[in-house]
């Protein structure tokens, strides 16, 4: 991975290995004792109330680092970093740390549904299926809240790349290709029975007029200072 590329992957708070200090490998995280014991760390920091609120944080942190970093990737640089887990580790402030050498760039090709099928399977399949699972299975937060939090993430990155293409119609064509093709795979792109974040994925118009969650991630649950009560701007529960 280029130089060029990192630099534009700092503003996801990706880090080169030995740029910060390790917390936890993110293949340690399938582990239940290592990720049990890293959520009740988190628990702490967060002044979450359980494991559960905790793990809903911290997919929601991941899904930033991994997910939108790759979206944007592939609509302004037109490839993809590749994050096999044995490669990533978070730090004590929640970046990613990678090693840039087992981290090759994806550049796309003419067949560029071929492309994505792969750059998503590596993304998903083989990342962060496994992360949700495991999270889980340590915290007992539903699975459907997990992925909504990364199918919010999803949301975001490309209504903001949407804003910043409005008079580049390739760009927007291309944007909502990619979104479209989410929204329509199989499960097996997820190594899932079903697509877990279809019920989740809006675009465009539907977007801005019902942001709204269909589920809670939690975040109010989070003690704040003065025993403020703070909601996430797409929060069902606020509503």
Same mark, same amino acid.
């Given at each position: 991975?280029?130089?060029?590329?990192?630099?534009?992957?700092?503003?996801?708070?990706?880090?080169?290995?030995?740029?910060?200090?390790?917390?936890? =490998?993110?293949?340690?995280?399938?582990?239940?004792?290592?990720?049990?014991?890293?959520?009740?760390?988190?628990?702490?920091?967060?002044?979450?109330?359980?494991?559960?609120?905790?793990?809903?944080?911290?997919?929601?942190?991941?899904?930033?680092?991994?997910?939108?970093?790759?979206?944007?990737?592939?609509?302004? &640089?037109?490839?993809?970093?590749?994050?096999?887990?044995?490669?990533?580790?978070?730090?004590?402030?929640?970046?990613?740390?990678?090693?840039?050498?087992?981290?090759?760039?994806?550049?796309? %090709?003419?067949?560029?549904?071929?492309?994505?099928?792969?750059?998503?399977?590596?993304?998903?399949?083989? %990342?962060?299926?496994?992360? &949700?699972?495991?999270?889980?299975?340590? =915290?007992?937060?539903?699975?459907?809240?997990?992925?909504?939090?990364?199918?919010?993430?999803?949301?975001?990155?490309?209504?903001?790349?949407?804003?910043?293409?409005?008079?580049?119609?390739?760009?927007?064509? =291309?944007?909502?290709?990619?979104?479209?093709?989410?929204?329509?795979?199989?499960?097996?792109?997820?190594?899932?029975?079903?697509?877990?974040?279809?019920?989740?994925?809006?675009?465009?118009?539907?977007? %801005?007029?019902?942001?709204?969650?269909?589920?809670?991630?939690?975040?109010?649950?989070?003690?704040?200072?003065?025993?403020?009560?703070?909601?996430?701007?797409?929060?069902?529960?606020?509503?």
């Amino acid at each position: 991975m280029s130089t060029s590329v990192i630099e534009r992957l700092d503003s996801f708070d990706i880090k080169r290995l030995g740029e910060s200090d390790i917390s936890i =490998s993110t293949i340690d995280l399938l582990q239940e004792e290592k990720a049990l014991a890293y959520l009740q760390n988190q628990k702490e920091k967060l002044n979450a109330p359980n494991l559960a609120v905790a793990a809903s944080m911290l997919s929601k942190r991941y899904a930033y680092l991994v997910v939108s970093s790759t979206l944007y990737s592939m609509v302004e &640089l037109n490839g993809a970093p590749c994050f096999p887990m044995k490669a990533c580790a978070l730090t004590e402030k929640r970046a990613l740390c990678i090693n840039e050498d087992d981290c090759p760039w994806q550049e796309a %090709h003419a067949n560029r549904e071929e492309w994505r099928t792969a750059v998503f399977q590596e993304l998903f399949a083989n %990342h962060l299926t496994p992360l &949700l699972l495991a999270l889980q299975r340590v =915290s007992r937060m539903p699975q459907s809240i997990l992925w909504e939090n990364v199918a919010v993430r999803i949301n975001s990155t490309y209504r903001k790349a949407l804003d910043d293409c409005a008079e580049n119609e390739t760009k927007k064509q =291309s944007i909502y290709d990619d979104f479209l093709f989410l929204k329509g795979a199989d499960g097996e792109l997820f190594q899932l029975k079903e697509n877990p974040i279809k019920p989740y994925l809006k675009i465009g118009e539907e977007l %801005h007029s019902n942001p709204t969650r269909q589920t809670c991630c939690m975040y109010y649950r989070l003690k704040k200072e003065g025993g403020k009560v703070s909601y996430c701007k797409v929060c069902p529960v606020k509503k």
